[in-house]
DNA sequence: GCAAGGTC
């Protein structure tokens, strides 16, 4: 009886070359669900039994992974929100087919052998693999097979050393996931909602302002060479020079000494140079030298050259040789490896290039001497480096430069480096010496088929050692300048991108082509990169605030850290953890200081066009979380105001504003100042914060609240001595001597407090105290000493609602007399009467009851089960809140109450239950 | 509408 195994790997194509590895060519070939990902057929000995194979395989990765329904509307949650909202896996549309065949297959056999790319990301894409056939047969055995190359050799060590799926790499792969999902979409999030608000004629509704772990190192590197370049100064040197002339040739002989900055020096040698009118010639030597022809071409160097010298962008490159590859007409072209394995028979590639007209020749004279490929480092223990498969000549346009670059390559580094001399006369003058070089190629090589290196020939006539040469005194003294960097090319960028870990081979030409989309970089005429207006100022809008996201520093920590879990050093839950909570605390720093980044855009874009500031569930969604998070005193970083200048009166105060903020000159809301002179809010900032007035319509107009005086931060909070209610009362605060306060103190039912002495013996006997005036039972547990300091006093006004209201001295959560109001918001509960605690909106307990209970009317949208009915507490649009339970993270299945109101109409409110 | 990583 034969075992019945199924293989999976990475790609149709390691799939079909396993097959016929193993099958020694025979094969059989069957279509799955998926077009692009066949079935093999073979059998073969396999741990000393007979065993049918099933080669199936995948197209990368399976599951993708998104936020939870709940997160995915922009609107509903603040973007805060997203470091720790739920995450789900899912399979994408375009893998279904794949999963189902993948699920049939494993249905059919006992085991599982997983040939995916030895690299993290393929344990990752081996992992997901064995969670689907693990549904599918649960008594299925799993297998991972390791190899680094596609060769008979690997593939029979390999299956007869099969291992254990890696959990370490795996587990590695979830962080990175969750890390960039969550990072990337609250800045994309953030950044993209405010200044779609702040700048909404450059940034219209739903323009997309990304931020994104490899991108903007990409986009730092680039802004970085720009200000390099222009902060360059230049320095003056000087050289010095002697032409020579012999028989039709000019040579230039210079100071061996180079440039000094010395111009003084330079003179004084100058000087002495000329008195002499002969030159000897001190040296002549010749020497060999090898010119090493390139390295076995990985996707790196692809990018790069084929960049550079076919006037191309890397993805443009990229994206081609994937079609060369799809029609078989060269290697898979995304490989780190640059060397050519000792098995790999180069002989067969090699032929089928004697077919080019162009390069045929060298093909021949390569077979004649045999290949003897150069040999690099690198290897990504999967690929074979990238290299023709088929001639054609049928090739057109770009398609055929590309080809015709990775054929001469590889021709190139089978071929041998080529020779040069090099000649070099050295010549005293005055004790001076100078000298002047030529450069022969001896044997051209591989340069014959590799015009992508520039050499030539700079011959330099024969001189004889001692020589003596009449220079007529004309030694010239040359002025020059240091130049600045040049700007970056994409094979520079790319260079960089591998230097400091951003990116993958495979993704660097997509992390610049994002950041051309995303408008962050532009194209120059001769291919060069340089910021974009809104590139740059975001970059030092977010330098400013303190925090470089454009650092590549960044992301190469992540990936120390990812190396940590990969071997055993770090758990993946314990860097997640960190980073999130790290993350957290530079978008909340960031999002508090984003006027700064608005700052730097407005040098570029000019001033905002709106008024950031409005009603405050209005303002930006991260609002909620720096109020809840509590920031407090920040360091101060604005740059508008000085707080001495504007404690006189309100007017000033806002004439400062207008005078100082941009902003402020399109106010499309009018806001009221209000006497703020003994105000001690500090905001975020560190300056007295402003007291404004909510002027627009709606539940909370005529409500106060505090904000930053110059809107540099975010710092908003309820005035909580200030209440404005229907018919109720108005509380406000003054600063009141004891004496004139005395008649005003009231209890928590809003009747004057009863001003007592205490009479017992102990410490404050004779210590006055108010407390309310009704009889045991029926008093409220108001509490207060005579001789505490500045306190609230209270003027009625008409129609409250009184003592009488309460007949049941309903209390509150806190122990005060609950309050009486009525929804006198449009609604199902319009008119309604109620209880709440009689604290301002901010300072109270949340309490909430209904006064009828026959009236209790739950919103429809709320299931009854769902609700704590002793626990009813309306969120801060007049909703009762739901209780919902956290899904994920370190609060998992901790239970809190938020405003129901879902699609952008969502309040704000939370408290844990 | 957001990230980065596979592959096609």
Not at 594 to 611: M, T
Not at 830 to 851: E, H, L, M, Q, V
């Amino acid at each position: 009886m034969s075992l019945k195994v199924l293989f999976v790997a990475e790609k149709n194509d390691t799939a079909k070359e396993i097959s016929r590895i193993m099958s020694n060519n025979k094969y059989t070939r069957r279509e799955g669900l998926s077009k692009l990902n066949k079935i093999y057929g073979f059998s073969c000995k396999m741990l000393n039994n007979d065993a049918d194979i099933t080669m199936a395989s995948v197209s990368g990765h399976i599951m993708t992974i998104d936020f939870s329904l709940e997160f995915k509307s922009w609107e509903k949650h603040p973007p805060v929100s997203l470091f720790t909202a739920p995450i789900e896996d899912y399979c994408p549309e375009d893998s279904k087919p794949i999963v189902n065949t993948i699920v049939r297959e494993a249905k059919e056999n006992e085991m599982l052998v997983l040939w995916t790319d030895c690299d993290r990301e393929g344990e990752y894409i081996a992992s997901e693999i064995r969670h689907i056939c693990l549904i599918a047969n649960p008594s299925i055995k799993i297998y991972r097979a390791r190899f680094s190359e596609i060769t008979y050799a690997s593939i029979h060590t390999a299956i007869n050393q099969m291992e254990m799926i890696n959990e370490r790499l795996v587990a590695a792969v979830d962080c990175r996931k969750e890390l960039d999902l969550r990072i990337g979409a609250a800045f994309t999030r953030f950044l993209s909602l405010r200044l779609q608000k702040v700048f909404p004629y450059h940034f219209p509704t739903n323009h997309v302002v990304s931020y994104g772990p490899c991108q903007f190192p990409t986009l730092g590197f680039v802004v970085d060479r720009c200000k390099q370049v222009e902060h360059f100064v230049p320095k003056k040197f000087y050289k010095l020079r002697t032409v020579v002339e012999r028989g039709d040739t000019q040579v230039n002989f210079f100071w061996s000494r180079g440039g000094i900055q010395d111009r003084t020096e330079t003179e004084q040698s100058q000087r002495g140079c000329n008195q002499q009118s002969v030159a000897i010639v001190y040296r002549v030597v010749s020497k060999s030298k090898s010119e090493p022809r390139p390295l076995p071409l990985n996707t790196v160097e692809l990018e790069k050259k084929a960049s550079r010298k076919l006037d191309m962008s890397a993805k443009q490159v990229m994206m081609i040789a994937e079609k060369l590859y799809t029609q078989g007409l060269i290697s898979y072209p995304r490989t780190e490896t640059n060397f050519f394995p000792p098995s790999f028979n180069l002989v067969p590639l090699v032929e089928e290039q004697t077919r080019a007209e162009q390069w045929g020749d060298t093909a021949r004279h390569i077979l004649r001497d045999s290949p003897t490929p150069s040999e690099g480092q690198k290897s990504d223990q999967a690929h074979p480096p990238i290299y023709p498969i088929k001639h054609t000549s049928s090739l057109q346009g770009n398609e055929r430069k590309v080809y015709e670059f990775i054929a001469r390559h590889f021709l190139a580094c089978c071929h041998k480096d080529a020779q040069t001399s090099e000649t070099t006369v050295e010549i005293l003058v005055n004790k001076e010496s100078f000298s002047a070089s030529g450069l022969i190629i001896t044997a051209r090589n591989y340069l014959d088929v590799y015009p992508y290196d520039e050499w030539c020939d700079r011959r330099i006539p024969h001189f004889t050692q001692g020589e003596r040469i009449q220079i007529e005194g004309c030694i010239e003294m040359i002025e020059c300048e240091t130049t600045p960097p040049s700007y970056l090319t994409e094979a520079d960028l790319i260079q960089l991108m591998d230097e400091h870990g951003i990116g993958t081979d495979a993704t660097h030409s997509d992390h610049i082509e994002r950041i051309k989309m995303r408008g962050y970089v532009d194209v120059q005429l001769d291919g060069t990169l340089l910021p974009s207006k809104l590139g740059r100022g975001l970059v030092e809008g977010y330098t400013k605030i303190g925090h470089n996201l454009a650092n590549s520093d960044l992301r190469a920590e992540l990936e120390r850290d990812l190396t940590d879990i990969c071997v055993g050093k770090k758990e993946k839950n314990e860097v997640i953890n960190f980073m999130v909570h790290r993350y957290k605390q530079v978008f909340t720093e960031i999002s508090s200081h984003a006027i700064l980044i608005d700052e730097s855009l407005s040098n570029y874009f000019g001033p905002p066009k709106q008024l950031r500031i409005e009603y405050p569930h209005e303002r930006d969604h991260y609002y909620w979380d720096s109020i809840k998070t509590q920031p407090k005193h920040l360091p101060h970083k604005c740059s508008y105001t000085t707080p001495s200048k504007q404690k006189s009166s309100s007017t000033r105060i806002r004439h400062s504003r207008m005078n100082q903020h941009p902003y402020i000159q399109s106010t499309q809301i009018p806001m009221t100042a209000v006497e703020n002179d003994n105000n001690l809010e500090l905001c975020y900032c560190g300056i007295p914060s402003i007291l404004l007035t909510v002027r627009k319509a709606g539940p909370n107009t005529g409500k106060k609240f505090y904000t930053c005086n110059t809107s540099s931060c975010e710092y908003f909070v309820w005035d909580k001595t200030f209440e404005v209610q229907e018919g109720g009362y108005f509380m406000e605060k003054i600063p009141t001597s004891f004496s004139s306060r005395r008649d005003l103190v009231l209890c928590h039912c809003n009747y004057p407090a009863k001003l007592r002495t205490v009479d017992k013996d102990n410490l404050n006997k004779g210590r006055q105290f108010y407390n309310c005036t009704k009889q045991k039972g029926n008093a409220c547990e108001f509490f207060q000493w005579e001789d505490d300091g500045p306190t609230l006093s209270i003027q009625y006004f008409k129609n409250n609602k009184s003592i009488s209201d309460n007949p049941k001295g309903i209390k509150c959560k806190c122990g005060r007399l609950a309050k009486l109001r009525t929804v006198s918001k449009d609604g199902f509960n319009k008119g309604k009467d109620f209880y709440s605690c009689p604290k301002p909106i901010g300072g109270d307990c949340r309490f909430f009851k209904w006064a009828h209970e026959e009236q209790i009317m739950i919103s429809n949208n709320l299931i009854t089960s769902q609700i704590d009915t002793a626990k009813l507490l309306l969120c801060e649009c007049g909703q009762l809140s739901k209780l919902m339970t956290c899904k994920e993270g370190s609060n998992k299945g901790r239970k809190y109450y938020g405003c129901p109101k879902k699609n952008g109409r969502w309040c704000g409110f939370f408290e844990w239950a």
